[in-house]
């Protein structure tokens, strides 16, 4: 409609793309067996280390965040192996499932939605079953909001066992809240190219540790799926497919930013925005559903109403798009992103929304 | 550096990408569960439907082309089924190892590379191995410049058992040069962004004609190369990840332009520049490998002398950029492609600067 502006986009992920890595996007193809190539692929292996905070490999593949853990999972453990996996909400679901689906034997952590995996239930898991070959961690489930404490919970799996494998899915934490690979002892994290990279949807990364490295295969056939493929490939600066190059572009040019910016700086951003929108937000009345310190999102409850309602509201009458709740959450709560690029600015403009809408309801 | 032009690409895929597609990519992201996803997801299936010649769904996934044929290879074969693979060259190699991992029983039916795999060799397998389940046809193999008579082939094969399974890598054909998913009775059609399609690398296309949907199962948990999940959620028009959507407004944006100028022009057009190409090519006194009629690329060969010399010249000297040879045919070819953004002009200047190139060496 001529006039009309395009509306706010308040996802946790996918974001809204900024124009500076469509440009980047644009940059003319080279060919992947090309001094060009291996001159770009080396710089982007630099700066994916630097988001992700670790000296190890980080392998980069089309697919959504998904497919990142999925091939992380089939790749790092084989059937049989007895793998703890915290279901939190709708994606660490997935994993669950897909953990059956490959054989592996899933030690049941089902927590309420809503509710943290905690370094106390850790403690009870590593008690029970002392011959846990690893875990696979969701950070942040973008499903509920909730955040672990990712951080306290490796540092306790590895004083008691180095060698089990932390498998991480910081999707939606990468680029956005302090993650430290190196540090932390991960063995492998996944992040996406939606979230915190401000790029379209469509890759995916895996940080691979030394630990995990270990446990990779030397596949022989062609599959798309097994990290061993991409990290013997990487370890002589190469890649096994037909690179998906021009979105690594996009994907370059947002983290050249954000080592401009320097990961401390953004997070700090990041937080300040998340912490002025949860206090404004229970200043309407709201409460906050999923526990712990997520910066991505907060999601949010005004109780036994429609959530979709006040979302259609918040886009029809202020141009601004929310995500709402999924399967057993449907219009139940209402989902706003704070991260990648958009501005306290924006949160403001969100919360003046929101209030109007709240107050014309109650009219 | 100031003042010094782009190259002219002339890759069989990856193909420079218009500023038109990059454009499209740019376009606002909306959530999937939005009716404006549903709209646009609606006129890409309209406009995939086109370019594959079918009224089946076509499913789009991210990855490369190698992706696409895997997924379809593990959705729609089981372990221990008996399917013909020809392999003519790196990437047809690539799915006799794929089908082994598979645990498929392939059946072994190499042709020497550079050599088409024909009607009378379709004969002797049916002949041979009754109990085949299905085909894996590689339409063009990018990697010998060979293709097969597709139609032919499939008739061949439909006329003596109708259900057998056609699963075809039209990778390098989809958009370049005839093919008719449904009057060829093409059961499964994989084709890929980064080739006729003239987008970035990182998106896969597979058309599902009905004897292929009975064959995909119905899978409980998340597996991302499982066509089942794709397929049911297209069934009501979703998507069962995060979509690669901008990535797909990329390739929309393309295919209305395929729409607009027809496929039997376009398909006319890229046979002019090709038949054009391979005339004033073996007047140089080059000879082409690879048997068939493949419109896409031109697979070069002056006999014994390094062909990448020759590559690194027309780069240096013209500006012009060809793909070298892979595995066994390195340094032993050029390979030249000629669709999607490139133009008769290119390739007479590509003719040219042969010509100037080869001169410039026997002085």
Redesign the interface.
């Known amino acids: 409609m001529p006039g009309k502006s395009?509306p706010l986009?308040l996802?946790p992920?996918?974001?809204?793309?900024p124009?500076y890595v469509?440009?980047a996007?644009?940059q003319?193809?080279v060919?992947q067996?090309t001094a060009a190539f291996d001159a770009f692929f080396e710089g982007f292996q630099g700066d994916l280390q630097y988001v992700f905070q670790t000296t190890s490999p980080v392998i980069a593949m089309?697919?959504?965040?998904?497919?990142g853990v999925?091939?992380a999972m089939f790749s790092l453990f084989r059937p049989g192996d007895k793998v703890a996996i915290p279901a939190m909400g709708k994606f660490s679901q997935?994993w669950v499932?897909?953990g059956?689906?490959l054989g592996l034997e899933v030690v049941p952590l089902g927590v309420t939605w809503g509710h943290a995996f905690t370094v106390a239930h850790v403690q009870q898991v590593l008690a029970e079953y002392p011959d846990l070959r690893g875990w696979v961690l969701t950070h942040v489930e973008t499903s509920t909001g909730v955040a672990i404490d990712l951080e306290e919970i490796a540092y306790t799996i590895k004083q008691a066992a180095p060698l089990q494998l932390i498998l991480v899915d910081a999707i939606c934490t990468v680029g956005i809240q302090a993650l430290y690979t190196d540090a932390w002892q991960l063995d492998a994290v996944v992040a996406?190219s939606?979230k915190g990279f401000q790029n379209?949807?469509?890759?995916v990364y895996v940080a691979v540790g030394p630990v995990a490295a270990a446990a990779l295969g030397y596949?022989?056939?062609?599959?798309?799926?097994d990290l061993g493929h991409y990290y013997r490939y990487l370890m002589h600066g190469s890649y096994p497919?037909?690179?998906?190059?021009?979105?690594f572009y996009g994907v370059k040019a947002a983290l050249g930013r954000m080592r401009e910016e320097t990961l401390p700086v953004l997070w700090n951003r990041t937080h300040a925005m998340s912490r002025y929108f949860k206090e404004a937000v229970l200043e309407t009345g709201a409460s906050i559903f999923g526990e712990g310190n997520a910066d991505a999102l907060t999601v949010i409850s005004y109780g036994r109403c429609s959530h979709d309602a006040i979302r259609e509201a918040l886009l029809q009458d202020h141009q601004i798009?929310t995500?709402?709740g999924q399967d057993q959450l449907q219009d139940l709560i209402i989902r706003v992103g704070h991260f990648g690029p958009v501005s306290m600015a924006d949160m403001q403009a969100c919360i003046k929304g929101l209030k109007a809408v709240l107050k014309k309801g109650a009219q």
Chains 1, 2 share one sequence.
């Open positions: 395009s986009i996802y992920g996918p974001v809204a793309v124009q469509i440009d996007i644009g003319p193809v060919h067996r089309p697919g959504s965040g998904t497919f999925e091939a997935r499932a897909f059956m689906s996406a939606q379209p949807t469509g890759t596949p022989e056939a062609a599959d798309y799926r497919f037909t690179p998906p190059l021009q979105m798009e995500a709402d």
